[in-house]
Structures are given as C-alpha cells and as structure tokens.
C-alpha cells in the first residue's frame, strides 16, 4: 500500500481525523466501522430503496466515519459499466465492505441480476448483508465469506462481470 499518500500534506487533515476517529472507537470499545454504517443504515434510510440506502451511506462516510466505498464520485462510471450488462447479468464482486457496490450495480442492472460477493471480513459481510436487506435486494446478491483465493474456485458458471474492489492499489491511478 501506498502509506505516503496519507502523509501528504493535503490529506494530512484526513488522516488524523480518521485515525484518531479509529482509536476513540477501539478505546470505546466500539463495533467496527461497516457495523456502525450499517447500524446508521438501520435508523435513517427508508427501507426497499437501494437510492436511499447509498445516499444514507453517503452521508454516514461524509458526516460520522469514513468508508471506503464508491461513493457519489466513483459511483457513476460503475453505474455506467452496468448498464452496459445484460438485464440478467451474473457479476462477481470481489470485496463486499459495505455492500454498497453490490447495491448500485443490482439496483442498475434490475431484477433479472444476480451479484455474488466474496468478502474475507466476518463483521463486514453481516454489515453488507443487513444493507443489502434494507435496500430490498437479498434475493439478488449472495455474500460468501472467505478469502477470494479459496473462495473462488466454488463458484460454478461463468460470470459477465468481475469487480475487483477489494485490493485498492491494483485501481487505475486516476481512480485512486
């Protein structure tokens, strides 16, 4: 990883927010950060509206705890991606976090799609499967848990999409 980049000056401000942020929530004993979003989803989106959901994110990532997600900036160049799919598209999402992800491109693609995310993180994957529920999509993304090495090799089909969101410095430079 890149650690430089948060030492810059112009993320200086970020880094120590979000690190002191980091230590007050460990010191607290605090869930971790996708239960949190997950748990502010809960209180304030309406539930079976994937839109609300991701804004609700949104404003939990601008407003509380930093995510590490798409967000409103990177969102739309998926959205565009999907909509180049096929309406009953099979994408495989490497890296849950959230669930965000798996959210926007099931909502863009429709109901004949069907998402399946592998993520390593226990804590996330719950966090991803209760936005997912709220966002009304459970019976389109499936969440395996494990690392994506193993997990992978289960899968059975072929698949039209494959999103690598899980290991950030592999992202084009103009993305990061």
């Keep these: 990883m890149q650690l430089w980049r948060f030492l810059h000056p112009s993320a200086l401000a970020f880094t120590l927010r979000t690190t002191s942020q980091a230590i007050i929530d460990r010191l607290k004993g605090a869930p971790p950060r996708t239960t949190q979003a997950a748990q502010y989803v809960a209180r304030h989106a309406r539930a079976g509206d994937p839109d609300d959901v991701l804004r609700t994110l949104d404003t939990f990532a601008q407003n509380e705890r930093w995510l590490m997600s798409l967000g409103p900036l990177k969102g739309p160049l998926i959205k565009e991606l999907a909509q180049r799919l096929p309406a009953n598209a099979r994408v495989l999402e490497l890296g849950?976090?959230?669930?965000?992800?798996?959210?926007?491109?099931?909502?863009?693609?429709?109901?004949?799609?069907?998402?399946?995310?592998?993520?390593i993180n226990k804590d996330a994957v719950a966090s991803s499967r209760a936005n997912v529920e709220m966002a009304g999509?459970?019976?389109?993304?499936?969440?395996?848990?494990?690392?994506?090495?193993?997990?992978?090799?289960?899968?059975?089909?072929?698949?039209?999409?494959?999103?690598l969101d899980?290991?950030?410095?592999?992202?084009?430079?103009?993305?990061n």
């Design 96 to 119: 849950a976090y959230c669930g965000y992800s798996s959210i926007m491109i099931a909502s863009t693609l429709g109901r004949g799609a069907r998402i399946t995310s592998i993520e």
């Design 137 to 163: 999509l459970s019976d389109q993304i499936t969440f395996v848990h494990g690392p994506s090495s193993k997990m992978i090799s289960t899968l059975e089909g072929r698949f039209d999409l494959v999103f």
């Design 166 to 175: 899980h290991w950030k410095d592999l992202t084009h430079p103009t993305c």
